[in-house]
């Protein structure tokens, strides 16, 4: 298991997905699975960090997660923020590109930022539910 998907102590509204290690495409899918069951246990608008800051490795595809993830998207899922480096960071920013030119919901609002202070920083920018 290359993946943690928690609740914030601090911010019930929000959940982490920490990848690291070697990431599978079964790694993603059960992300969404968890945190789709989380966000819709909840009734006010639930936002998540996607953290890669540990990850060596992941698919070179990640569209088919991505498609299903936005076919099954929660009402009250709301930002998408994802934290990484350089390298990281270019590799998402250009797979929510892709995504959103197949019109997957799920890149519609999504921030890529290089720290997790930012990421709570972006999040605390959004309006109140």
Do not use: C, K
Not at 3 to 19: A, G, S
Not at 93 to 111: D, F, H, K, P, S
């Amino acid at each position: 298991m290359s993946y943690r998907v928690y609740i914030d102590e601090t911010h019930p509204h929000i959940i982490h997905n920490v990848y690291s290690g070697e990431v599978t495409l079964d790694d993603y899918y059960d992300v969404i699975e968890q945190t789709y069951s989380m966000i819709r246990e909840q009734d006010i608008t639930v936002h998540t960090i996607l953290r890669y800051e540990n990850v060596i490795s992941r698919p070179p595809n990640t569209m088919q997660p991505m498609r299903y993830a936005s076919r099954n998207m929660p009402a009250n899922l709301g930002l998408r923020v994802v934290v990484a480096d350089n390298t990281r960071g270019r590799f998402s920013a250009a797979m929510i590109n892709i995504g959103r030119q197949l019109g997957l919901a799920l890149t519609e609002n999504v921030a890529i930022v290089r720290t997790l202070a930012e990421a709570y920083e972006v999040i605390a920018s959004q309006p109140p539910n």
